[in-house]
């Protein structure tokens, strides 16, 4: 708030706008982190499916799953996209049992 005061205001004009925006910056890095940890938990589901490992594909799948709800829960996903990552990604690990 110093550099208003001096007459010159950071991306807005008013004080309301200037609060919006740090908290704008703030969820943007919050959310930029969640999303991703969720990509890297897809990654690790994707990658044992590749190995052919059964067991470490459905223990990924657990995680990652954890992951996306509570991604979904902090509002930085969709719920339809909560819903086709989990299906897409147990239809992956269900092929590797046939």
Do not use: C, W, Y
């Not at 969720?38 to 994707?46: C, D």
């Amino acid at each position: 708030m110093a550099e208003a005061k001096k007459g010159k205001l950071p991306k807005g004009r008013h004080r309301s706008q200037i609060k919006r925006h740090k908290q704008n910056l703030k969820r943007e890095t919050r959310n930029t982190t969640v999303r991703s940890e969720v990509r890297t938990f897809i990654k690790k589901v994707r990658q044992s499916v590749e190995k052919k490992d059964l067991g470490l594909a459905k223990a990924a799948l657990l995680d990652a799953i954890k992951k996306i709800d509570k991604a979904v829960s902090k509002g930085i996903l969709h719920p339809n996209n909560r819903s086709r990552k989990i299906s897409r990604l147990s239809k992956l690990v269900g092929s590797l049992g046939k």
